[in-house]
C-alpha cells in the first residue's frame, strides 16, 4: 500500500506517524508524497508502525516507479 493512502484511509497525520517513528514531520511528508525516497531503516520503521501495511520494500523504490 502507499503511505500516503494508507495515512489518509486510517486518518493518521503525518506528524503522528513521524514522532511515532522518530523523524520530522518534513522528511516523513516528503516520502508519503513520493519526493523521496526513505532509508531503509526509515522504511522499516514506516513498516512496522503501519503492521506491514505499507511495506519497505515499496517504499524505498517508490521514486523508481513510473
Wanted: proline share 5%.
Amino acid at each position: 500500500m502507499i503511505l500516503k493512502n494508507y495515512l489518509m484511509e486510517n486518518g493518521i497525520p503525518i506528524s503522528f506517524l513521524a514522532r511515532k517513528i522518530g523523524y520530522h514531520s518534513n522528511h516523513v511528508g516528503q516520502v508519503a508524497r513520493g519526493q523521496i525516497n526513505p532509508s531503509v531503516r526509515m522504511a522499516m520503521l514506516i513498516e512496522y508502525a503501519t503492521n506491514g501495511n505499507v511495506k519497505a520494500d515499496e517504499l524505498v523504490n517508490q521514486i523508481d516507479k513510473p
